[in-house]
Nanobody, 119 residues
């Protein structure tokens, strides 16, 4: 049974920073890609960042390149999303996702979401 548990959302002023965490259980960490999606009210879900936990390769949406950094801690089965220089348009519910690399951009496992609000 795969579980993804997110934490770290909150409210911050524009220009501020937040770090999201996602801890995975029930999957083989090194064989899975993990990443973050976000969805704002009235908008489609958007892929934000992704990391291949085996190789460490990372991928980012153009809208967050240079501001967000995805990283991993294999010992903790956890990925992080460091978000700097936040903008109001980053406001959304952020979801952690995981699955084998060949399933992306439609991974099968999802967390419950954590709200990020930038004012």
């Amino acid at each position: 049974h795969v579980q993804l548990v997110e934490s770290g959302g909150g409210s911050v002023q524009a220009g501020g920073s937040l770090r999201l965490s996602c801890t995975a259980s029930g999957l083989t960490f090194d064989d899975s890609d993990m990443g973050w999606f976000r969805q704002a009210p009235g908008k489609e879900r958007e892929g934000v960042a992704r990391i291949a936990t085996g190789s460490g390769n990372t991928y980012y949406a153009d809208s967050v390149k240079g501001r967000f950094t995805i990283s991993q801690d294999n010992a903790k089965n956890t990925v992080y999303l460091q978000m700097n220089s936040l903008k109001p348009e980053d406001t959304a519910m952020y979801y952690c996702a995981a699955d084998r690399c060949d399933t992306w951009p439609y991974p099968g496992y999802w967390g419950q979401g954590t709200q990020v609000t930038v004012s």
